[in-house]
Every structure is written in structure tokens, then in C-alpha cells.
């Protein structure tokens, strides 16, 4: 990974925003309030705009940039979170390229972010059952000594079957936990939006 792939990425998570905000707002519709598609595509086309002609040094600073913008310009739960997810991970990654275990270890210090400011763990129906098995999966991929590239298409499976898996779940997070065992039967959004995110890292590495 490299400061020109950084950059592609949150590009390619800003279209995969775009091309899917109508399916993350029904998805929202059902069990929260029907603005997660447009909270993360207003979201990133601000982190595009804001990264229009941002000089980094490192590839930390395009995560920066991109988690702090997330920060300021998008309400509600999943801007902050994200925003964090983003910065924290971006605040471990000082050179101009990165290696896939020190991306590994640079979301997983996302991961720990999104955790100290949502305290959601695994099984309470929230991006963090996305985040957890592809975080689990890249780290393995990357310990193996398996490329970025593999790791990052792990990492999107795994992303992909945990948002499956909030499916059967009852939410105890976030708005949809306000529905209780109403909540049951219905993909989280925000997970759904995690396994975009992981989607579009697999492509940009493996082209
Ligand atoms: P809001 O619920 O404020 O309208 P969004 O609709 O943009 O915000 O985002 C909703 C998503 O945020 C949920 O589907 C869930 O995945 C995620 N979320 C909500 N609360 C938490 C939390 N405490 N920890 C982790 N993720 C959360
Ligand atoms: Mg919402
Ligand atoms: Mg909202």
C-alpha cells in the first residue's frame, strides 16, 4: 500500500457510497432512522473533495484526513464512528507505504477506536461484526506473509459474511436496539456499509 493506493481507495469506498446509498438507506429504513446511505455518501464525497490537492507525506495522513473530515461533516452514529475508525488507524501509519501487518495493526487500533467510543462487541448487531472477522482475517492473511492483496480480499469475504450474520441478530447498539427483538431479521446497515469499505480495498490492491 502506498500513499497513490490510499488515495484510490477512499475514492473507490466514495463511488461504492454513491452506488449504494439507496440500499444502506432501506436497509435503515427498517431498523433506524433511513440516513445511513446518505450519511456515508455525503460523507465521503466530503473526504474526496477534502483530499482534492491535501499534500501526504505518509499514508497515515490520507487515513487522517479522511477520518477527521468524517468527523466534522457527518451526523449522527456512524460518522464518528467511522471518523475514528479511519484516524485511529491512520495515526499508526507514518511512512510512505505500508506493509500488510502494519496495516493490520493500524486497524486494528481503528478497530480499538470504534470500540472505546461505541462499546459495541461482536453479536450486538453493528458494524463491529463486519469489523471483527475482517480485521481477524487480514491480520491472519498478513502473520501468514501473504500480500496486502490477499489479505485485503479475505478481510472483504470475512466483512461480508459477518454483515450476513447480523441478519438473525437483536440490536443492542445504536438506534435499531430501540426496537428490540423487532430489530431481528433485518441487515444492519452499518455493517453493510463496513463490508463495502473492505470491498473496495480488495480492489484497489489486487489491480
Ligand atoms: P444513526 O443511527 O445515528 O442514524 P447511521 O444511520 O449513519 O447513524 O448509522 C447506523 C449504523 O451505525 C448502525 O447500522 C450500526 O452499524 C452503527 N452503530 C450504531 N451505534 C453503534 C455503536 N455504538 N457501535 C458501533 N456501531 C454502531
Ligand atoms: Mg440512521
Ligand atoms: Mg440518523
Redesign the pocket.
Known sequence: MDIHLTRAWVQAIAAAMDQHKDHLTQL?SAI??A??GVNMQRGFTAVVAALDGYEAVGVGDVLVKTGTTLISKVG?AAGPLYGTFFRNAGKQLSGPTADAEQLSAAFDAGLAGVQKLGAAVPGDKTMVDALVPALDAFGAAARAGESDAAAAEKAAAAAETGMQDTTPLQARKG?ASYLGARSIGHQDPGATSTALVFRALAEVLQS
Open positions: 435503515d433506524g432512522d440516513d445511513h449522527g438506534r
